[in-house]
C-alpha cells in the first residue's frame, strides 16, 4: 500500500507511528494547509512529500490509497474527491456528517469501483471481538450501559465563546458524533439496528456538549453516554439474566473486559489484546490486508456496518433537533 495522508491532526500523530510497525503500509505523502506543521510531522516520521492541497497528493501517481483525518466535514468532499482520483481509500470516524453524504459515498465508490473502509478501532480489538462472541453467555440481555464521558480540553475555550471544530455545527462537532460514536457503533455491531432511537441532549451554543441515547430493542435497553463537558470512570456493563460483563475502558481502546457469573464468587478478568499494541494496530493490520488482497465480501461487510451507524446517529441527533449545514441535500 502506497498511502498518502490528508490531515495533520491529533489522530495522525497517533496513527503515524503504528503505520510504521506494519508490513506493506509505506506512507508516501502528507497534505494539509499548515505548512510549518507539515515540516513537522514529514521531519519527525521521515515523510518524503508533503503537500498544500489535497488536490496535488491526490495527482501523485505513487499513491494508490489515501487515509483521509480531516475534520469531520472535510470526509464527504474528500472521500468525493479520491473516488474521481480513482484512490482506495480508509476514512476516519465520523464517516461523514450524516447518513445521506454516506449512502452517496458508498454507491459512487461501489460505480467506480473503489475499496472504501472506515477506520474505527473497536471493530478489529481482540478484545471486543471476544466479548462479541461470549454474549450468548449471559442469557436473556436486559440492560447494557456505555458511558464514554471525558472532559474536553477545549471545552474551557467554547464557554469562553471561542468555538472550535469539535464543538461547532459547520464543523459536524458534538460530544454525539465524536464520542458518543463509539458507544453505538459497539452497541449496533454487537446487537444489531434498535427498533427506536432517542437523544437526550444537553445543549450549549445550539451544539450538544453531552448527552444520554436510547436506543430500544424491546426486549432490552442500552443507554450510552457521551460527554464532553464532564469526566467520569471508563464503566460499562451488558447485563444478562445469567451473567454481566463489565467493560473498564471506552470502547475505542477495549483494554480488557471482566465477567461476573450469576452466583459465582468473583469476577474474571479477560485480556486478550496484546499489551505493547496501540488500539489501532489491530485496524490497520486488517485494513491493509483487506485492500491488499482486494476482499470486497469482507469491505462491504464494513461498510453495512457504517451505514448503521450513521443511520441511527444522525436519527439520534435529527430527534434532539441538532441540525448541520452538511445536512441541507446536496
Known amino acids: 500500500m502506497k498511502l498518502g495522508i490528508l ?16 508490513e506493506n503500509i509505506d506512507v508516501e505523502a502528507i497534505a494539509a494547509r499548515n505548512e510549518e ?38 470526509h464527504f468532499d474528500a472521500m468525493n474527491k479520491a473516488i474521481e482520483a480513482g484512490k482506495d481509500i480508509i476514512c476516519e470516524k465520523p464517516f461523514t456528517s450524516n447518513a445521506y453524504e454516506t449512502e452517496q459515498i458508498i454507491e459512487k465508490a461501489k460505480e467506480a469501483d473503489v475499496m472504501i473502509i472506515e477506520a474505527i478501532s473497536h471493530r478489529f480489538i481482540p478484545n471486543a471481538l471476544e466479548v ?26 467554547f464557554m469562553a465563546g471561542k468555538i472550535e471544530p469539535v464543538f461547532s455545527l459547520e464543523a459536524s ?53 457521551g460527554s464532553k463537558d464532564s469526566a467520569a470512570p471508563m464503566i460499562n456493563t451488558i447485563q444478562g439474566t445469567k451473567a454481566t460483563i463489565e467493560i473498564p475502558d471506552a ?40 485492500l491488499r488482497k482486494r476482499d470486497r465480501k469482507r469491505a462491504d461487510e464494513l461498510l453495512e456496518l457504517t451505514r448503521n451507524y450513521m443511520d441511527v ?18
Open 313 to 330: 446517529i444522525t436519527k439520534a441527533r435529527f430527534d434532539a433537533n441538532i441540525f448541520y449545514p452538511a445536512d441541507k441535500i446536496r
Open 173 to 225: 462537532g458534538g460530544a454525539l458524533i465524536d464520542l458518543n460514536l463509539y458507544n453505538i457503533a459497539f452497541a449496533v455491531d454487537t446487537f444489531g439496528l434498535p427498533k427506536d432511537v432517542k437523544y437526550f441532549a444537553n445543549i450549549d451554543k445550539d451544539i450538544d456538549t453531552s448527552g444520554i441515547v436510547i436506543l430500544d430493542y424491546e426486549d432490552f435497553k442500552i443507554s450510552c453516554i
Open 7 to 22: 490531515g495533520s491532526g491529533k489522530i495522525v500523530k497517533e496513527v503515524l507511528p503504528v503505520l510504521n510497525q506494519i
Open 37 to 74: 506543521k507539515l515540516q513537522k510531522i514529514s521531519k519527525e516520521f521521515n515523510i518524503e512529500k508533503y503537500y498544500l492541497g489535497i488536490e496535488d497528493l491526490l495527482a501523485d501517481p505513487n499513491i494508490d490509497t489515501v487515509y483521509v483525518a480531516l475534520p469531520n466535514q472535510l
Open 251 to 290: 470502547l475505542n481502546s477495549f483494554g480488557k473486559f471482566n465477567m461476573d457469573v450469576v452466583g459465582a464468587d468473583k469476577k474474571d478478568s479477560f485480556q486478550f489484546n496484546e499489551e505493547d499494541r496501540s488500539r489501532l494496530y489491530y485496524e490497520f493490520v486488517a485494513i491493509e490486508e483487506i
Open 132 to 157: 462479541k462472541k461470549r454474549i450468548s453467555d449471559l442469557g436473556d440481555i436486559k440492560i447494557v450501559s456505555f458511558n464514554y464521558s471525558q472532559y474536553s480540553s477545549r471545552y474551557d475555550k
